[in-house]
């Protein structure tokens, strides 16, 4: 028998998808997603919708409750969670598909409009609601704190970092400018006058504020007579005397910073001295960036 033509069906593919009905069998027992479930399941959360408007035309409005919970879902897992991300998330985290059991995904438009204009002013207060829930169900005792390593990002601004390792570096160097300068008026002023600078490898603020008061009166400086801007030069003690007084406020500086590090830290922010540089879990960065922190 001969076939009439040689022409064969090709549009299939070797690899077949085959789901199973129940969807939660693809799900473990132990996602945090049926643990979700189970406590929003017990929460009203009418109070945080908007009452009905009434709209008799158009498309069957999206379920209130699901989408709540996924917007909930998506930043208890992902920490901030942009609305594209949630629309992704429901299309291909097989999870979102069970939360929103089986209505059609909605478009980040979809999740913009119900968080402005369905939902209350108050949906803050749902997290007290869930944590209530919980302190209840697992006798949770409330008249104890209980510390472990949690890191606790602050309220800081992110780069605003000081390094203690860091001054006390710099420290040295400034030291050992000091020194070379110390050693230019020397050579330079006091020798005129048969006078000499005793050099350290470690300078005290008062002592150099002690050499300057000296340096001035012996070279009749005033402070308040000195030059600056363009085409006016600078004799060589107004030189010597500001470039001393620059070395006292970096030493003073480096000092505050090492004083505000303390002995248990090696770094803080510059506005909030109470946090340090730390990694913590939630890298929303995603670069492994510190981040102003608090360890409890």
Same mark, same amino acid.
Request: glycine share 4%; with cysteine.
């Given at each position: 028998?001969?076939?009439?033509?040689?022409?064969?069906?090709?549009? /299939?593919?070797?690899?077949?998808?085959?789901?199973?009905?129940?969807?939660?069998?693809?799900?473990?027992?132990?996602?945090?997603?049926?643990?979700?479930? @189970?406590?929003?399941?017990?929460?009203? *959360? +009418?109070?945080?919708?908007?009452? =009905?408007? =009434?709209?008799?035309? =158009?498309?069957?409005?999206?379920? $209130?409750?699901?989408?709540?919970?996924?917007?909930?879902?998506?930043?208890?897992?992902?920490?901030?969670?942009?609305?594209?991300?949630?629309?992704?998330?429901?299309?291909?985290?097989?999870?979102? &598909?069970?939360? #929103? @059991?089986?209505?059609?995904?909605?478009?980040?438009? +979809?999740?913009?409009?119900?968080?402005?204009?369905?939902?209350?002013?108050?949906?803050?207060?749902?997290?007290?609601?869930?944590?209530?829930?919980?302190?209840?169900?697992?006798?949770?005792? #409330?008249?104890?704190? /209980?510390?472990?390593?949690?890191?606790?990002?602050?309220?800081?601004?992110?780069?605003?970092?000081?390094?203690?390792?860091?001054?006390?570096?710099?420290?040295?160097?400034?030291?050992?400018?000091?020194? %070379?300068?110390?050693? %230019?008026?020397?050579?330079?002023? *006091?020798?005129?006058?048969?006078?000499?600078?005793? +050099?350290? @490898?470690?300078?005290?603020?008062?002592? *150099?504020?002690?050499?300057?008061?000296?340096? $001035?009166? #012996?070279?009749?400086?005033?402070?308040?007579?000195?030059?600056? =801007?363009?085409?006016?030069?600078?004799?060589? /003690?107004?030189?010597?005397?500001?470039? #001393?007084?620059?070395?006292?406020?970096?030493?003073? +500086?480096? $000092?505050?910073?090492?004083?505000?590090?303390? @002995?248990?830290?090696?770094?803080?922010?510059?506005?909030?001295?109470?946090?340090?540089? &730390?990694?913590?879990?939630?890298?929303? &960065?995603?670069?492994?960036?510190?981040?102003?922190? /608090?360890?409890?």
């Amino acid at each position: 028998m001969q076939l009439i033509n040689n022409k064969t069906n090709d549009n /299939y593919t070797v690899k077949q998808l085959k789901l199973p009905l129940v969807i939660e069998k693809l799900i473990n027992i132990s996602n945090p997603v049926y643990t979700f479930c @189970d406590v929003m399941d017990h929460i009203d *959360l +009418t109070p945080y919708f908007v009452e =009905g408007k =009434g709209y008799k035309t =158009g498309r069957p409005r999206c379920d $209130a409750e699901k989408l709540l919970k996924v917007i909930l879902f998506a930043f208890m897992e992902n920490g901030y969670c942009s609305l594209r991300e949630i629309e992704k998330l429901c299309n291909n985290d097989i999870r979102f &598909m069970y939360l #929103l @059991d089986e209505m059609k995904a909605p478009t980040f438009a +979809t999740f913009g409009n119900f968080i402005r204009n369905e939902l209350t002013t108050n949906i803050e207060d749902i997290f007290n609601d869930i944590n209530s829930y919980i302190f209840d169900k697992e006798k949770v005792d #409330l008249n104890h704190t /209980y510390i472990d390593g949690t890191k606790i990002e602050a309220n800081a601004n992110k780069y605003t970092w000081v390094w203690k390792k860091s001054c006390t570096r710099n420290r040295l160097k400034v030291f050992g400018y000091v020194s %070379e300068l110390i050693d %230019e008026i020397n050579s330079q002023v *006091l020798n005129n006058y048969g006078l000499k600078i005793e +050099t350290r @490898d470690e300078y005290a603020i008062e002592y *150099l504020e002690e050499i300057l008061d000296k340096y $001035a009166e #012996l070279t009749s400086l005033n402070p308040d007579t000195f030059v600056h =801007g363009k085409g006016r030069r600078k004799t060589l /003690y107004q030189r010597q005397y500001e470039k #001393l007084t620059n070395y006292k406020e970096r030493l003073k +500086t480096y $000092a505050r910073h090492i004083e505000i590090c303390g @002995d248990n830290r090696n770094s803080y922010s510059k506005t909030d001295h109470s946090a340090s540089f &730390m990694r913590i879990k939630t890298d929303y &960065m995603g670069n492994d960036q510190l981040l102003p922190a /608090y360890n409890l």
